[in-house]
């Protein structure tokens, strides 16, 4: 399968504690986004890399988060000092270079849980 | 900031069709409507876009009324595995972002 691939599918961690997440886009897409999605919501726009360099960044995206995309291939998001609203779907998505009117493609997200 | 509104669920049953509004009543000229579905426990899935021509591919097909305010995704013949969340989506085609609302919950029933 060379879809979207997202690690871990699930997490668990306490309060404080910082988790980081791991995206690998469909190899030929220079274009990553993070969403982040709450039960019984639609997705919502954290950031986007096109190759390495983060061109947009939600404010959503506090300065607890950061996102890296460090050769242009596999992204990584890392949340610091996790809070309980923290806790929700997190969604990484790849699309080709070229026109923008072009569809993404979804990993299944990593659902993380702050207890 | 909803740009498009979509009933909250419906119900439909397997064989038949399934036809799925959408109001984007602001949209704009350089504004497409997207579609993308998602299955409990999934990421968003590409269905079909569409600027202001009808449009079908394997998946679907996308009626766009003639003023553009409105639009209709149809699953000829739905199945079991069509019943998840559809999110009809306006986007500039210069706008990497989708900005998804809450979606219609679609159920189909044997």
């Known amino acids: 399968d060379t879809g979207v691939s997202q690690d871990p599918r699930h997490k668990i961690t306490k309060r404080g504690q910082n988790v980081t997440f791991r995206c690998d886009p469909i190899?030929?897409?220079?274009?990553l986004y993070w969403y982040r999605q709450t039960l019984g919501q639609g997705p919502e726009f954290l950031t986007y890399?096109?190759?390495?360099?983060?061109?947009?960044k939600s404010r959503l995206l506090s300065d607890r988060f950061s996102a890296e995309r460090p050769k242009g291939s596999f992204s990584t998001l890392e949340i610091q000092r996790t809070e309980q609203g923290d806790s929700a779907m997190y969604l990484c998505?790849?699309?080709?270079?070229?026109?923008?009117?072009?569809?993404?493609?979804f990993g299944q997200g990593t659902r993380l849980t702050v207890v | 900031d909803a740009k498009t509104t979509q009933p909250t669920s419906m119900d439909c049953a397997e064989g038949r069709a399934a036809n799925l509004p959408c109001n984007h009543s602001?949209?704009?000229?350089?504004?497409?409507v997207y579609w993308y579905r998602q299955i409990h426990s999934q990421g968003p899935q590409y269905i079909i876009h569409?600027?202001?021509n009808n449009e079908t591919n394997e998946m679907a097909s996308l009626i766009i009324t003639e003023d553009r305010k409105s639009s209709t995704l149809i699953l000829p013949h739905a199945t079991l595995r069509d019943t998840a969340v559809y999110y009809c989506?306006?986007?500039?085609?210069?706008?990497?972002?989708?900005?998804f609302g809450a979606g219609t919950t679609v159920t189909v029933r044997a």
């Open positions: 998505a790849s699309s080709p270079q070229g026109a923008l009117d072009t569809e993404a493609f």
């Open positions: 190899s030929e897409h220079n274009r």
């Open positions: 890399f096109q190759n390495e360099a983060q061109l947009e």
């Open positions: 602001t949209i704009s000229g350089n504004e497409y």
């Open positions: 569409g600027l202001k």
């Open positions: 989506i306006v986007r500039v085609s210069n706008d990497y972002k989708l900005s």
